[in-house]
């Protein structure tokens, strides 16, 4: 008539569910983490970037726009002082004469004035 000694509540559904959530933010901080160490890791190289020496200034001649015609060419038996800037005379021509390769076009024999013979 005392009535006690009854089994204790069956918590498992609880305890489960508690595991479950435990998990479910352990995955969360890890994330977290992973998003944090990338983000640390994108600022340190624009840190670099933004503390790196500026480019070399451009050089003067490429300051000046120079027609292909007006290119220096390289002289026979004279040795070119910078290759970068002195281009040889074919390569002085490699832009002329594109017409006379032109198909679609008929030869021109006159000055093409009409009335002009």
């Given at each position: 008539?005392?009535?006690?000694?009854?089994?204790?509540?069956d918590?498992?559904?609880?305890?489960?569910?508690?595991?479950q959530?435990?998990?479910?933010?352990?995955?969360?901080?890890?994330?977290?983490?992973?998003?944090?160490?990338?983000?640390?890791?994108?600022?340190?190289?624009?840190?670099?970037?933004?503390?790196?020496?500026?480019?070399?200034?451009?050089?003067?001649?490429?300051?000046?726009?120079?027609?292909?015609?007006?290119?220096?060419?390289?002289?026979?038996?004279?040795?070119?002082?910078?290759?970068?800037?002195?281009?040889?005379?074919?390569?002085?021509r490699?832009?002329?004469?594109?017409?006379?390769?032109?198909?679609?076009?008929?030869?021109?024999?006159?000055?093409?004035?009409?009335?002009?013979?």
């Open positions: 008539m005392c009535g006690g000694g009854g089994r204790a509540p918590n498992s559904a609880q305890i489960a569910a508690q595991e959530s435990l998990r479910l933010q352990q995955e969360q901080m890890a994330m977290q983490q992973e998003q944090m160490a990338a983000q640390k890791a994108q600022y340190q190289e624009q840190l670099a970037i933004s503390k790196a020496a500026p480019p070399p200034a451009p050089n003067r001649g490429a300051m000046a726009a120079t027609g292909a015609l007006e290119m220096p060419t390289a002289q026979a038996g004279a040795a070119p002082t910078d290759t970068a800037t002195v281009a040889t005379a074919q390569a002085a490699a832009g002329m004469g594109r017409r006379k390769f032109r198909t679609d076009l008929a030869p021109v024999t006159t000055l093409g004035i009409p009335g002009v013979g």
